[in-house]
């Protein structure tokens, strides 16, 4: 039996004989299950984790919770109050929020070192896994939407990360995380890409500026391909999905040298979206400070 199946199948017992009491087979499915399944990332995002994702992981843990609670609740006394037993307590005010947010690196510099302020507007936000050198800038919808429907740039720190053999690189055959499959990063990132076989140059290279600092960037069409990017000290790619594989698409590559450190930016979405989707991303780059 598998472990998800063991936890499924325990806390289907526990719901049928109305207990109060987590039993101890529940509990030890859904930890045992979190520490045995393996990650893979799904494309370009490397936060999502497939066939157990984190949101997986995550409701494994809340229904642990739930049923905490639920216990809690059926051994304390039930309050009277003003509306009698069983009330419901009234709603608290809601709060707009605001249209702006501010994250600073520096709440997450264990795992990205490079100190820097970016300004999110309502609907987007940044996640990280705890990758180091990986930090996702997502947008999720306003009111938030499923996850299938995120989209958003990633941000490595590349240093010391390791880039794709380009001589197989460029691929729609299926393939699993091989990092004899990758090689030191190049001198000149906009070179080995610009040269890959079925890759098309929309612009650039040409400079950018962020946070005060000036880069370089470049838009291209990529054919089927295998994940560029493997960083130091992780387990696998960044991106490529259940197959390996990131499809065609347009993608926008940033590359800004400071503090220390290399930070490289993609951005990639379909052809008739990229355009679109891109403004919106190139704005939220814009409003970059590093500290």
Do not use: C
């Not at 000149?188 to 650039?204: E, H, K, M, N, R």
């Amino acid at each position: 039996m598998s472990d998800d199946r063991a936890f499924e199948r325990a806390t289907d017992d526990w719901l049928a004989d109305g207990s109060d009491r987590t039993p101890a087979s529940a509990v030890d499915a859904v930890l045992l299950a979190i520490k045995t399944t393996p990650q893979e990332r799904d494309l370009g995002i490397p936060w999502r984790t497939n066939p157990m994702s984190n949101r997986f992981r995550l409701a494994a843990v809340a229904v642990i919770a739930v049923i905490a609670v639920g216990v809690l609740a059926l051994n304390l006394p039930r309050a009277g109050g003003v509306g009698g037993p069983g009330s419901s307590p009234s709603p608290s005010p809601s709060s707009s929020p605001s249209s702006l947010t501010v994250f600073d690196t520096r709440t997450i510099a264990t795992h990205f070192p490079l100190a820097m302020k970016v300004s999110l507007p309502a609907g987007w936000k940044t996640i990280d896994d705890g990758i180091v050198g990986a930090l996702g800038i997502v947008h999720t919808g306003d009111p938030e939407g499923p996850q299938s429907t995120w989209w958003g740039a990633d941000l490595f720190l590349v240093e010391e990360a390791q880039i794709h053999d380009p001589s197989d690189v460029v691929s729609n055959v299926p393939a699993k995380p091989d990092r004899t499959r990758f090689v030191a990063w190049p001198t000149d990132f906009f070179a080995y890409i610009a040269a890959l076989p079925g890759i098309t140059v929309v612009s650039g290279p040409e400079p950018i500026n962020v946070g005060g600092v000036a880069g370089t960037q470049i838009v291209v069409m990529t054919p089927p391909m295998h994940p560029l990017v493997w960083l130091k000290g992780d387990f696998a790619w960044m991106g490529g999905g259940a197959t390996g594989v990131d499809p065609a698409q347009e993608r926008r590559f940033v590359i800004v040298t400071t503090g220390g450190h290399t930070l490289f930016v993609q951005f990639g979405d379909d052809a008739s979206t990229f355009d679109e989707r891109d403004a919106e991303v190139r704005a939220i780059l814009a409003s970059i400070t590093f500290e």
